[in-house]
Structures are given as C-alpha cells and as structure tokens.
C-alpha cells in the first residue's frame, strides 16, 4: 500500500537550516511527481513545493522561494526538502506526498529563539 515517512525535523533558531526526508514507498516513485505540503495549528494545509517525476522542474509558495529547495533520489524512492534561513513563520507539520489520499505522520518542524 502506498506509505510516505518523513524525517528530519526538529526545533531551530530563526536563521538555522534543516533537510527534511520523505520515503515514499507502494507506487511507481520515479513515474509521479512529489510535494511538499505544511500545515501550521489553527491553519489548512498548503503546497510547500513541488518537483516533477524526473525531477527536471520545480515549483514553490511564493514565501519559501530562494529558501527552499526541494530535490528527489528516484533510486532511494526519496524526495527531500532542504531548507534555509528558516522563519518563525516556517513552523508546521510538514508532509510529502504525490496525490493520493494516505498522508504520513509528517515531521514537526519549529523555528524559535
């Protein structure tokens, strides 16, 4: 069945980095593209980022553009979040997925001081 884990999160001071993991497995990785999706308490979700099947082609929110890049390993069934000079604003729960209806647990992700 299709399963997503992420890893990688974890309490950093405002300016500080962090890589995010996800490990998809259950469906043809390297033939789906993959996002990244946030959701911060009292707040929906939202698409973080997104990377084509190749990963030729990558997209962004207009507020985590030119701090965030987000990669894949198709021979890993792994998709990444690498994440600079992080916000205050940038805590959430982060998740990967590729559009089907099963979420991981997601990988908490908080920015203070």
């Known amino acids: 069945q299709v399963r997503f884990v992420e890893s990688g999160g974890g309490l950093v001071q405002p300016g500080g980095s962090l890589r995010l993991s996800c490990a998809a497995s259950?469906?043809?990785?390297?033939?789906?593209?993959m996002s990244w999706y946030r959701q911060a308490p009292g707040k929906e979700r939202e698409l973080v980022a997104r990377?084509?099947?190749?990963?030729?082609?990558?997209t962004y929110t207009a507020s985590v553009k030119g701090r965030f890049t987000i990669s894949r390993d198709n021979a890993k069934n792994t998709v990444y979040l690498q994440m600079n000079s992080l916000k205050p604003e940038d805590t959430a729960m982060y998740y990967c997925?590729?559009?089907?209806?099963?979420w991981g647990q997601g990988t908490q992700v908080t920015v203070s001081s």
């Open positions: 990377i084509t099947s190749a990963g030729g082609s990558t």
């Open positions: 997925n590729a559009g089907f209806i099963v």
């Open positions: 259950g469906f043809p990785f390297s033939s789906y593209a």
